[in-house]
């Protein structure tokens, strides 16, 4: 009798722990991969025979809601001078507390092996790269100058030679975050889009 009742204790003890672990993993939270918020996204082109010789555009979303409530500056205009190469690098932050600002650019690059900007552009509109770009065809050319520590583009700097004079061309960049599944080959589809705006391209014969 005596054992029968140190059988009984040690079940009910067990059925305890199963029921306690149990109900531990009812009330864990969810992981959730965190969203970053974008204010103020900046492109800064810089002449590389130049560098005083610099071309910015931007977009804001004061209230920081969606990667889609990004609107273009002044009318999102990118002029360029023919002929010119330039660097190409972003400013992307979120200033929903103005003394608090943070730095969005540099939280990219300290996770660029789970985003990649993608471009996509007027045909013709620079004689390097080539093409229109690469956000149909992630294997288009386009020059990247940065990678992460998997030699994965990353395209927080990019290089762009102006072609030809024109006006009324399209400059547009995507940025996709890509956890844990970017690759050298993963395109502008895979991942969710953080932002993804379209500028004015202007090109002149001679710098403004």
């Known amino acids: ?3 029968f009742r140190n059988y009984l204790l040690i079940g009910l003890l067990s059925s305890s ?16 991969n965190e969203v970053e918020v974008i204010t103020d996204v900046t492109l800064v082109f810089t002449n590389k025979a130049d560098k005083d010789d610099v071309v910015k ?21 990118i002029n360029l001078t023919s002929g010119v190469t330039y660097t190409l690098t972003f400013e ?4 929903l507390d103005p003394d608090d600002v943070e730095d969005i650019a540099e939280e990219i690059e ?6 990649q900007l993608f471009f996509e552009f007027t045909d013709g509109a620079f004689t ?3 093409g229109n770009g690469n956000i149909d065809k992630a294997s288009d050319p386009i020059n990247y100058k940065d990678e992460d520590d998997d030699g994965n583009k990353v395209g927080l700097k990019t290089e762009w030679t102006a072609g030809s004079a024109r006006s009324g ?8 975050h890509q956890p844990d599944i970017k690759t050298a080959t993963t395109g502008a589809k895979d991942g969710d889009t953080d932002f993804d705006l379209t500028f004015n391209l202007n090109i002149s014969s001679t710098s403004n």
């Open 1 to 3: 009798m005596k054992n």
């Open 17 to 32: 722990l199963i029921f306690t672990s149990c109900g531990d993993d009812d009330d864990a939270p969810e992981e959730e």
């Open 57 to 77: 555009a931007s977009a804001k979303d004061p209230d920081g809601i969606g990667a889609k409530e990004l609107e273009l500056v002044d009318g999102g205009n």
């Open 92 to 95: 992307i932050s979120n200033a």
């Open 110 to 115: 300290e996770e660029d092996d789970e985003h």
């Open 128 to 130: 390097s790269p080539t």
């Open 169 to 176: 061309g399209k400059f547009r960049v995507q940025l996709q």
